[in-house]
């Protein structure tokens, strides 16, 4: 038991690697979609299709080819830009750049998860909020955003399972500064000292089942809370859809 | 502006470029082959969640359950390695002796007699067969969900014209779920698609390790065309090739969903 | 079903297994050149390329070269994958520890720093700095264990990406072989230049192979020293690295 254990120690200070990147992408790429879902439903042309582009793009091509893409040319903008600004350091750090790609990745996911909530809220309620005299802006903070996020709530959570998991390919397209390895990188070296193949990589499976369960348990709460009036609260189960 | 077009097109047709385009094949490959084995695995688990004994209920949503759980790539890495291992392991049940065990210094495997040598074709069909079981995964309860939206009525029909159990299955439920089970696959096919991109982790040389390679900066003139850094621009190339398949394959999907839903009510196109 | 499975497995295995007694497979990089690299036309060259195929023609070997990411290298060695490692791999006492190693065919070389030209550091308190190095190389190794507690070890998946973050100025130096940057210095027009000290670190360059293959161990020592002997591993040095040798001119 104690080498099960010291196996699991092992991977503790990794994952918090993969928490970091998942926690630090998460707020911002769901402040960037509700934009970006905006835009996709704006009335002007421009907006709507740069919008639909971006969306299109992030969404249609793998997130390892935008690591490796977003990366180099970073770097090339390096001596130009980057270092005369003194942010070189900083910009392209992994612990930068992997939660900058992973926030553009889900941006583009989770607009498109809005948009589709944004379609289906009811057009009687946004029509009776017009009648009462209401701006825009009230009417979206008042009716439209209240009806998305609830109609969007479960295809998030699974979103955000899916961001969490997109953690484990940062390190295979980055570089690895010092000791900063999450735990792909800790059990492919773990795996290639000794082999165990069923054990370390099993236990880096146990490390993603569990967060995304407690992913799963936290978003429920959130859920419950948003879906508080209703008569009996829908429950959330620990479901990955196959929508991404 | 001739001579620089000369040049240009020479260099993007080097045999360096030439193994790069050739390395297509490998990518659309285990897209195919993967996107198929989903299918086969996804009607194999959603006939599992279906069944009626408790235990093989219990494998079906289980195998669908855990895959999804964990990362793709954690699955696409674990299961060469493990499915190499079993087979050595099996093998060496089988071909070692005493002699030869005791004979291995190294941890694996068993015996030498017991290696099995992995080429880029081996590696290949395992990484399909990992695209496969993990969204297979995934598929599993797209077609459980779609077989659970064929009208009982159609069912029931079947059963009155005196159809076997295993006729209903095949000749109806089957058939009229693919209708249903669509605008999910197409969704799992995207992924697949996508997933492709992690083949060189398998020290196969798909077109993510050429462009790689192709754009690494390059001082020797021994080596080739000597440049800088270019990685972007190869992938750029990748991230444009990735959107048109995603186009595509969003055009051939939705072709086939308007065939496959002729004559049906339009509320199972979505 | 089961069963067939199975048999089709025995077979894959065995039919592979009776094919790699026929042929040798020596892994390399494909990315570390002068030793080795994909040339022009896509195939793995450079001097262990040649090199290889010269041992196996003294040997009256049949072998095939293939390429394997750095990193997993001899894991997947160990897994039988192939049976030799030629990626300009230095002898060391931990990679002894898991693998065996032929004698060497490239002496011991001082590894060296390089740095855009004008930077200026202090190597006797090397403190702050970003070095870069090649991910498993002992160059990576003795950087985190020598300067990783006031410098910035960062570590590439190959060398080459590794040099292409020093030319874009994201790392301060780089620490690698002599004669992997010795190329790149020279066909830098001054941009790259060496710095700091010479450091020794390895015993040589020289093929890794399985522990239990003591018999091909044998066959490609004897082949090592047949060419040392006749000068064509001279040759080939003198070939592939500009200004250096002879080294095993009797």
């Known amino acids: 038991m104690t080498w099960f254990i010291e196996e699991l120690a092992l991977f503790a200070p990794a994952i918090v690697f993969n928490i970091y990147f998942a926690v630090a992408s998460i707020p911002l790429g769901f402040v960037a979609a509700v934009f970006l879902a905006l835009g996709k439903d704006s009335a002007n042309p421009l907006i709507s299709r740069l919008s639909r582009g971006f969306i299109y793009a992030f969404r249609g091509s793998p997130l390892f080819i935008q690591f490796f893409m977003i990366y180099s040319l970073t770097l090339s903008f390096n001596i130009s830009l980057w270092k005369p600004l003194g942010l070189s350091w900083f910009v392209l750090h992994p612990l930068f750049i992997g939660p900058l790609v992973l926030t553009l990745n889900t941006a583009a996911y989770t607009a498109e998860i809005f948009y589709g909530a944004l379609r289906a809220v009811p057009r009687g309620e946004v029509e009776a909020a017009r009648a009462y005299g209401m701006s825009r802006r009230q009417q979206f903070r008042q009716v439209v955003w209240p009806n998305l996020i609830r109609l969007a709530w479960p295809a998030y959570t699974n979103e955000v399972v899916f961001l969490f998991h997109a953690t484990a390919i940062v390190y295979f397209a980055l570089p690895v500064i010092g000791l900063q390895k999450d735990v792909m990188i800790t059990a492919k070296e773990l795996f290639e000292r000794d082999y165990n193949a069923f054990l370390h990589f099993s236990v880096a499976a146990l490390y993603f089942l569990a967060v995304s369960l407690v992913i799963f348990f936290l978003f429920g709460l959130v859920y419950k809370r948003l879906m508080r009036h209703m008569p009996a609260a829908p429950r959330m189960r620990f479901m990955p859809k196959w929508i991404r | ?270 | 079903m089961k069963k067939l499975i199975l048999a089709a497995a025995a077979l894959i295995v065995l039919g592979t297994t009776a094919q790699a007694q026929e042929t040798v497979r020596i892994a390399t990089e494909g990315a570390y050149a002068p030793w080795n690299f994909l040339d022009d036309s896509g195939k793995p060259a450079g001097y262990e390329i040649d090199l290889a195929n010269a041992i196996c023609a003294q040997a009256a070997l049949t072998c095939e070269i293939i390429t394997n990411d750095w990193d997993s290298i001899i894991p997947n060695l160990l897994a039988g994958n192939y049976d030799v490692i030629m990626a300009g791999m230095s002898i060391t006492d931990e990679r002894r520890q898991t693998i065996n190693f032929t004698q060497e065919y490239f002496p011991a070389d001082p590894s060296r720093y390089v740095a855009l030209a004008g930077t200026e550091i202090d190597f006797d308190n090397l403190s702050g700095v970003r070095i870069g190095a090649q991910s498993g190389t002992i160059q990576a190794t003795y950087a985190q264990d020598n300067l990783a507690a006031d410098n910035t070890v960062i570590v590439f998946n190959t060398a080459d990406q590794a040099v292409a973050d020093l030319a874009a100025s994201n790392l301060d130096v780089i620490f690698a072989d002599g004669a992997y940057v010795d190329p790149i210095v020279a066909a830098s027009n001054g941009t790259i230049e060496y710095i700091g000290p010479e450091i020794m670190i390895g015993d040589g360059m020289a093929a890794g192979l399985r522990k239990d293959e003591a018999a091909l161990e044998a066959t490609l020592n004897d082949a090592i020293t047949a060419l040392k002997a006749d000068g064509t591993m001279d040759k080939l040095i003198a070939q592939w690295f500009d200004g250096r040798g002879p080294y095993y001119a009797q």
């Open chain 2, 1 to 270: 502006m001739s001579d620089n077009l000369a040049f240009w097109l020479s260099y993007l047709t080097n045999g360096k470029h030439l193994t790069w385009y050739a390395s297509f094949q490998f990518t659309i490959f285990a897209a195919l082959a993967g996107g198929m084995l989903a299918v086969i695995f996804g009607l194999a688990g959603a006939t599992l969640k279906n069944s009626r004994f408790f235990a093989l209920r219990l494998i079906g949503s289980t195998y669908s359950s855990i895959v999804r759980g964990v990362p793709d790539v954690l699955f696409f890495l674990f299961f060469p390695l493990a499915f190499e291992q079993a087979v050595e392991w099996f093998m060496a049940s089988q071909v070692c002796t005493p002699e030869t065990l005791a004979a291995q210094s190294a941890t694996w495997p068993p015996c030498k007699e017991a290696n099995w040598f992995l080429g880029t074709p081996e590696y290949l069909i395992l990484a399909s067969v990992s695209l496969g079981l993990v969204y297979g995964a995934f598929a599993t309860n797209v077609i459980h969900g779609a077989m659970r939206s064929v009208p009982q009525g159609q069912l029931e029909a079947a059963r009155a014209y005196g159809m076997s159990a295993t006729q209903v299955l095949w000749r109806v439920h089957i058939r009229q779920m693919w209708v249903y089970a669509l605008p999910g696959l197409s969704n799992v096919w995207m992924l697949i698609v996508k997933a492709t991109s992690l083949l060189s982790l398998l020290q196969i040389a798909d077109i993510v390790l050429w462009a790689d390679r192709l754009g690494a900066p390059n001082y020797l003139s021994a080596v080739g065309l000597v440049h800088d850094d270019w990685r972007w621009r190869y992938y750029l190339v990748l991230f444009v090739f990735y959107i048109l398949v995603t186009f595509a394959s969003e055009k051939a999907f939705g072709a086939l969903m308007n065939r496959a839903g002729r004559g049906i009510l339009s509320e199972a196109r979505s």
